[in-house]
């Protein structure tokens, strides 16, 4: 009898244990729906993408510490910001009684790349074996349980530790916690770009004020193309770097090209001499893995078991190359460098493995400019262009029409009742509903035309080529398609209808400057909400 009571005491203590559990996690997942109902996310993200791509840091560490407070239930965060080779507090919120002196250590290559695999919030015991151990006790000690890294490829810049009070295992908290980390870590990322950029301006610089010498030529003749952003067109300039700098007679870059399905040997050639003539993507491959790890080889002296890659090899040292080596500045240009030089002597030679890793930097850099670029052109919740590449583009339409006596049109149209499906179903339902607008707008345009999304639930249309007829045709379309559309509430077994009003001006009719046509395009549409909505309007002088 005493067993009995003892298994059934034992067990209403159980369920008592895990009720209360069950409340409590029911009280996080509703703080976390209350706060994240509370936010825009497509403000929030806008936000966040216009002031990393800036690399405005200062901003965006400030918005992200504050969401981190009073979105995400951050009773306690700590910021480890990257400085030489050691993370050291950055900032804190809610921490008592701690040692700043204990939040400092020296960072491991297991630690970096440990941190540089993920944005996601993960629990702080994957780093129970690779944190200093006095450290990883101060964590317990401020129960401090999540970590987030802010990393860019193989840079760290600092590391975010949290304690939250709301359910934190959710896909939508490590979702938007994810992007916060991004946005931040795109911020350090391109100020790092900046800084480095600055610093090579500097030296080209000082380079350009010193006399002439060999050196300071071939530096300041590669460190011009800091400023080369195109990693399509940098190769070609690069190879001329290359031999200007090493004072090489002739060159020629030979590299695998991915084209479509299959691999197309492609060649870049300066200098004097005969074209050379291609091997083929298998015969290249094999010339790579025979030189594969090798430096600078004599043409004549390497010896091919195959008889077609030797004969190849015969002729490219008749052609007047001297010398081959393996040269890949990325893994999209697997090939060889081939070339022969000017002088009589070899010294350059010397000077070569440091001039092409000066020319995989800049590949690298170019390239990373490109993905910031790409980044900073695109709306990351429509996946449309943002208003900061709608404005550069409609600036070049205006100048091409004006160039070629073209009309083009300018649409603006937003949606009619966005607010109150944000007030009825919550922000994450307007933006899904956003997200399928975008979706809408990409299979309704024509192939020539530019569509972005402005701000908030407005977007724009640059159609070139186009005249009052065309704008006309298709905004009636476009309000047709919209309106016949069912948009998926997220959560929700319910679809809800959804109409916009739009305004349009064409150039040079209605104005001949951006700004202008912007304007027109707005006031157009301002008439077609305050006359009824749902309707399109072309703009005419007496709506000013």
Known sequence: MLYQDYLIGLLIILVVILSILLIRRIINEKRQMAAIKNMSISEFSEFLLSNSIAGVIGE?????????????????????????????????????????????????????????????????????????????????????????????????????????????????????????????????????????SERLQK??????????????????????????????????????????DLGMKRVAFLYNKKNEDEN???????????????????????????????????????????????????????????????????????????WSYTAADDKPQKNIKTVLKHAVDLLDNARDFERVEELSYTDNLTGLANQRYFKRRLSEEI???????????????????????????????????????GSILRGTIRAIDIIARYGGDEFCIIMPEADELTCTKFMKRLKEEVAQSSFEIQGSENSVNCTISLGGAIFPDHSSSSNGLIHSADMALLQAKETGRNKFILYKSSIN
């Open 60 to 196: 965006v560490a400030h918005k992200v510490s504050e969401l981190l407070k009073n979105s995400f239930g951050c009773e306690k965060v700590v910021f480890l910001r990257k400085r030489k080779d050691f993370l050291e507090m950055n900032y804190q919120h809610g921490m008592q009684d701690y040692n700043r002196n204990l939040f400092k250590f020296k960072t491991s290559v297991k630690l970096a790349n440990t941190l540089g695999t993920d944005f996601v919030p993960r629990s702080v015991e994957v780093l129970d074996k690779i944190l200093p151990g006095n450290f990883f006790t101060q964590l317990k000690k401020h129960n401090l349980d999540l970590f987030f890294p802010i990393f860019w490829r193989k840079n760290l810049y600092g590391v975010y530790f949290i304690s939250s009070n709301i359910e934190t295992d959710s896909p939508s908290f490590k979702l938007l916690v994810a992007s916060l980390a991004q946005s931040l870590s795109a911020a350090y990322h391109v100020k790092w770009h900046e800084s480095k």
């Open 203 to 244: 030296k080209l610089e000082n380079a350009n004020n010193k006399p002439l010498k060999s050196q300071v030529n071939s530096q300041s003749s590669m460190l011009k193309l800091i400023l080369h952003r195109n990693p399509e067109t940098i190769v070609p300039k690069l190879i001329d770097s290359i031999s200007d």
């Open 264 to 338: 197309v040997v492609s060649l870049i050639q300066s200098g004097n001499g005969k074209k050379i003539k291609l091997p083929n993507d298998n015969d290249l491959e094999y010339i790579l893995e025979v030189l594969d790890d090798l430096g600078p080889q004599s043409v004549k002296n390497i010896k091919m078991n195959n008889s077609d890659i030797g004969s190849w090899m015969k002729n490219l040292n008749s052609n007047g190359f001297d010398y081959i080596m393996p040269f890949s500045p990325s893994s999209e240009y697997p090939g060889v460098l081939t």
């Open 399 to 437: 100048q091409r029409a004006e160039r070629y006596k073209r009309k083009m049109a300018l649409i603006i149209f937003d949606l009619d009742e966005l607010k109150s499906i944000n007030d009825n179903y919550g922000h994450l339902a307007g933006d899904r509903i956003l997200k399928q607008m």
